[in-house]
């Protein structure tokens, strides 16, 4: 079991992320807006991060970058995922650092395999 905060303005997404996720026993973390995600991790300590490419203000790609700066938050995984084509380039996703990708719509098998593999 495994504490994951997932990021996500569209509500649909989150609720059926974190439903998968409570699915397989972790405890789970939502948030519709990414601009306290730093805080968030700060506060909780999250053993993974899902985090929503496609967000206002600043990209999930922005904010994984902001994460994997951070020296006291450096080494948390963070998953980007989206529908859209930015996280299919594999250097768009290098450069934001990110740990992994999940694409949208997700289903509840690769969620469980992305999740199985970034909490090892």
Same mark, same amino acid.
């Given at each position: 079991? @495994?504490?994951?905060?997932?990021?996500? %303005?569209?509500?649909?997404?989150?609720?059926?992320?974190?439903?998968?996720?409570?699915?397989?026993?972790?405890?789970?973390?939502?948030? @519709?807006?990414?601009?306290?995600?730093?805080?968030?991790?700060?506060?909780?300590?999250?053993?993974?991060?899902?985090?929503? %490419?496609?967000?206002?203000?600043?990209?999930?790609?922005?904010?994984?970058?902001?994460?994997?700066?951070?020296?006291?938050?450096?080494?948390?995984?963070?998953?980007?995922?989206?529908?859209?084509?930015?996280?299919?380039?594999?250097?768009?996703?290098?450069?934001?650092?990110?740990?992994?990708?999940?694409?949208?719509?997700?289903?509840?098998?690769?969620?469980?395999?992305?999740?199985?593999?970034?909490?090892?």
């Amino acid at each position: 079991m @495994a504490l994951v905060l997932v990021v996500d %303005d569209d509500t649909l997404s989150l609720q059926l992320l974190e439903l998968m996720l409570k699915r397989e026993q972790h405890v789970v973390l939502t948030s @519709a807006s990414n601009t306290d995600t730093v805080d968030l991790i700060y506060q909780h300590q999250p053993d993974l991060v899902i985090l929503n %490419d496609n967000m206002p203000q600043v990209s999930g790609g922005e904010m994984c970058k902001r994460i994997k700066t951070d020296p006291r938050i450096c080494q948390t995984p963070v998953v980007l995922t989206s529908a859209g084509q930015r996280v299919r380039d594999p250097n768009y996703v290098r450069d934001s650092r990110a740990d992994g990708v999940l694409y949208k719509p997700c289903v509840a098998a690769d969620v469980r395999t992305c999740v199985n593999q970034h909490l090892r």
